[in-house]
């Protein structure tokens, strides 16, 4: 894939950690925050973190893998499979934008985990 055709994707993965981080960053002052010194309310508040918590572990995987795909992109390995060497379809860049195998090798990893029936 030529740098230059992929640099309206370079911006909508830029933005998406912008996002992101800005997301993270509300989470981590939500999960700071004191508890109410009721105990349900605390209780409650107490789930709530482990929800919010999780979203925060999703934003920050996300977040790498994003860094990951611009990180390619800079390199010129951007939109090649990291696996086989291949060049991945535009279909799935564009469906999945820090895609980093092909399509026949992200299936093979996940039927290997057992993921893909």
Known sequence: MQAHSYD???EQLEKKKEELTV???RITN??????HPDSKERAK???DSEVVDA????ARAEIRK???ALQRMEVDE???CVECGTEIDLARINAHPYAKKCIDCARLEEERSGRYS
């Not at 979203?55 to 999703?58: K, M, P, R």
């Open 55 to 58: 979203l925060g572990n999703e």
């Open 8 to 10: 309206a994707l370079r």
């Open 78 to 80: 951007y939109g090649v």
């Open 45 to 47: 508040e107490l789930e």
């Open 30 to 35: 939500n999960l700071r925050r004191g508890y």
């Open 66 to 68: 994003i860094s990951a």
């Open 23 to 25: 997301r993270l960053e």
